[in-house]
């Protein structure tokens, strides 16, 4: 049973074990968005008008606030996890990659509270 190639296991360059992970929640936020995406699509093509108060009475809704959040935070969640690759791959600076990284975790966990914060204040009524 080997750990890599020989070359590998001298320069100690075998694999981080983290890579398949990040994949797979990339690929599972995108068929989340996909999905929640196609439902937002519909559901405005489905109401009579467009109006603020029909999009805010329909947005008060328990079904239509949790996807919609669900939407949000997928959305900023799968736009956190491609951007940490590019910057992973093309910054080769460690502070800087490191400041350009909690930076952007910051943006996206900020985005992402502020959309859920706009839906609950809609759904509660604060319109």
Not at 8 to 20: D, I, Q
Not at 85 to 102: P, R, W
Not at 120 to 127: D, S
Request: some cysteine; hydrophobic content about 55%.
């Amino acid at each position: 049973m080997g750990n890599g190639t020989s070359i590998g296991r001298v320069r100690g360059l075998g694999s981080a074990r983290t890579g398949a992970h990040h994949w797979l929640i990339q690929r599972f936020t995108a068929v989340g968005n996909l999905v929640l995406a196609l439902w937002f699509i519909v559901s405005l093509l489905l109401m009579k008008d467009m109006s603020y108060g029909t999009v805010s009475k329909w947005l008060a809704e328990p079904i239509s606030a949790t996807a919609m959040a669900l939407l949000i935070i997928s959305t900023f969640w799968h736009a956190r996890l491609g951007l940490q690759v590019l910057m992973e791959d093309y910054i080769h600076t460690s502070g800087n990659k490191f400041a350009l990284l909690t930076l952007l975790n910051f943006a996206a966990l900020g985005g992402a509270l502020f959309g859920v914060f706009c839906i609950v204040r809609l759904a509660l009524g604060g319109a």
